[in-house]
């Protein structure tokens, strides 16, 4: 039996971080907000919440056992998923952050990333469709002609059109370099796209109306890797001039794949131009080039980092939904009595009152609800960051997000993983039998350290790219803002000046071994060890979340406030201290995986 649906996510917590830490309702004040309030706010976050209990969440069950089916000409998905979108779209959230003028609500990124974290806690397989679709049209807002936007945008926006993001290919993965599929250009203007892609969400099924592919190419005179990428959109069917749908694209499918988790969202291997479909008669399937020649990768990446922190968010929800419904059976399952009370004919009590259960607990909540605080905090800088007042807060801001991107995507991942894993403990034999979804969402967490560049890219980029390719600049931008937290939770006292002290500590640590890190000078040894880089600024940042928490929690009293003291102290208790030692790898400049040879495996 699976636990309740209105298991979802916890309307307490986001309540907190919106309006008592990250005072969203401050946002209203800048010209682009001005519309809303936090009534408005609170309207919204309700909605999400019912149509996510009432819509997503009664089928998540049915969509992981009753998979996307291909029968060679078409995907067939239990109804109940499309209905679940119909709702999405006509309650108007596909344009929860786009301008007004193109039909969208123009809100903060924070309040809608908390909106949409309903819908991916209560459902991840149903909503990856609205994302993959919201991103597909934010990207061509920002980089298309007038005529793509009405063409392909609005009908997205609408529910009737869906978008995917169609990169990898079966012999690259990750490797967008080498993608081989190519655009040839036609007399007409368009171009005739040949090639086979690999691992595509969404690529293909019978809801709405059309399916809008955004299709990484090479022209003809492409340079070399990927300097020479272009960006294509190719969809399903072919639009008139009109809006009407026309004739079938020459796009196919070579057959789907089946994942581990996240099941209802059909993964796709999809083929383009391989002469199953010859639009007027012609070979290749009809794309449209998106901006400039040899620039798609670029444009891509507007689409990618904000599916990165589309996938952190995720990663969270999973692992938080996860908690809820095994704190929900621990307070429920009688079993076994306390050390204090050995005798065996007094009554068994709810196991969450053994203390080896109570740490499984606190352990997932530690890290669950510190990862939606970073989750949050990013969204807030997004915020920041296009409403700016100057370029120098602009760019402040823009270092602080560059570092803290790749940290919000894979930490969420890694630690969800493990909350998920505690989650399935906490239930015992229960936790790995169908009979409960916690097993499924375990499943479903597998996917986030590779989703959106895998746990190891994401490592490079924090340290390679964003660390030391800029001097050092966002690095410092992060531990400044840490300092001024530091110096709010000392002015406090207290186990607040306690955990204050342990973090700056950390803090000047990681910042030592970054120097010590660059003064290699060898890109190789550099980089042999980002994994574990990434790994210790993800702890150091997420106990920097937990210090901002306890700062807002200040001396308030109650339940839920003293739930945010223990778990904050778990964390800096129990978690932050594991940093030492992989600072010390770091700073030791360990070789061990240069030197291991294929043969001695």
């Known amino acids: 039996m699976s636990t309740p649906t209105s298991v979802i996510l916890s309307a307490r917590d986001l309540e907190f971080l919106l309006f008592e830490w990250l005072d969203v309702e401050q946002l209203s004040r800048r010209p682009r907000f001005a519309e809303h309030d936090k009534e408005s706010y609170a309207a919204l976050l309700a909605l999400c919440e019912r149509l996510a209990t009432e819509h997503f969440a009664p089928h998540y069950r049915k969509s992981d056992t009753e998979e996307p089916a291909f029968d060679g000409e078409s995907v067939r998905l239990i109804p109940e998923i499309e209905a679940a979108l119909d709702k999405f779209a006509k309650a108007d959230l596909m344009g929860l952050t786009l301008d007004e003028e193109v039909g969208g609500l123009q809100l903060p ?205 995720s ?56 990862a939606l605080a970073l989750n949050l905090y990013c969204s807030r800088l997004l915020d920041e960051q296009a409403t700016a007042v100057d370029d120098a807060e602009r760019l402040a801001t823009g270092q602080l997000l560059d570092v803290l991107t790749p940290i919000a995507k894979s930490w969420p991942s890694q630690w969800g993983q493990e909350s998920n894993s505690l989650a399935i403990q906490v239930l015992g034999g229960s936790g790995y039998t169908r009979d409960y979804d916690v097993e499924a969402h375990w499943r479903d967490q597998r996917l986030n350290p590779i989703h959106e560049g895998t746990h190891g890219i994401q490592a490079m980029d924090l340290l390679g790219r964003k660390v030391l390719g800029g001097g050092g ?4 931008a992060l531990s400044g803002r840490i300092e001024e937290t530091v110096a709010r939770a000392t002015d406090l006292g207290g186990e607040a000046a306690s955990h204050a002290a342990a973090l700056k500590a950390m803090v000047d640590r990681l910042g030592e071994v970054t120097f010590a890190l660059a003064a290699l000078g060898d890109p190789e040894k550099i980089m042999a060890n980002a994994t574990v880089y990434l790994e210790a600024a993800g702890h150091v940042v997420i106990a920097w979340m937990w210090l901002e928490q306890l700062v807002a929690v200040g001396e308030q009293v109650g339940d839920f406030y003293d739930g945010k003291r223990a778990a904050a102290r778990y964390f800096f208790r129990w978690e932050l201290p594991k940093v030492a030692p992989m600072l010390d790898l770091l700073a030791s400049a360990d070789t061990t995986t240069l030197e291991m040879r294929e043969a001695w495996f």
């Not at 171009?191 to 690529?203: A, E, L």
């Open 109 to 313: 990124h924070v309040v809608a990333s908390a909106c949409m974290a309903w819908f991916t806690a209560a459902n991840i397989g149903t909503a990856a469709y609205s994302f993959l679709t919201v991103a597909n049209a934010g990207l061509l807002l920002a980089h298309g002609t007038p005529e793509q936007v009405e063409r392909w945008v609005q009908p997205m926006l609408e529910g009737r059109f869906f978008g995917t993001m169609t990169l990898s290919e079966p012999h690259a993965g990750s490797s967008l370099g080498d993608v081989i599929t190519r655009a040839v250009p036609a007399d007409d203007g368009t171009h005739r796209i040949f090639g086979s892609k690999m691992w595509i969400s969404g690529g293909d099924h019978e809801m709405g109306d059309n399916i809008v592919h955004l299709v990484l190419a090479k022209l003809p005179d492409a340079p070399a890797g990927s300097r020479g990428i272009s960006l294509f959109i190719v969809p399903k069917w072919l639009v008139a001039d009109d809006g009407t749908i026309g004739e079938r694209n020459d796009v196919a499918l070579a057959g789907i794949n089946h994942k581990l988790g996240s099941r209802g969202t059909v993964n796709t291997a999809p083929v383009f131009g391989g002469g199953t479909y010859t639009p007027g008669g012609a070979a290749g399937a009809v794309g449209y080039l998106v901006g400039e020649p040899h620039k798609g990768l670029s444009y891509m990446f507007h689409m990618m980092n904000a599916a990165r922190l589309g996938v952190g968010m």
């Open 315 to 370: 990663a969270t929800t999973t692992a938080y939904t996860a908690y809820l419904k095994s704190l929900d059976y621990a307070r429920g399952r009688p079993q076994g009595r306390p050390l204090a009370s050995p005798d065996p004919a007094a009554p068994q009590v709810p196991i969450i009152q053994h203390a080896d259960v109570r740490r499984m607990l606190l352990a997932q909540k530690s890290y669950v609800e510190g």
């Open 473 to 476: 600049a966002s690095l410092l």
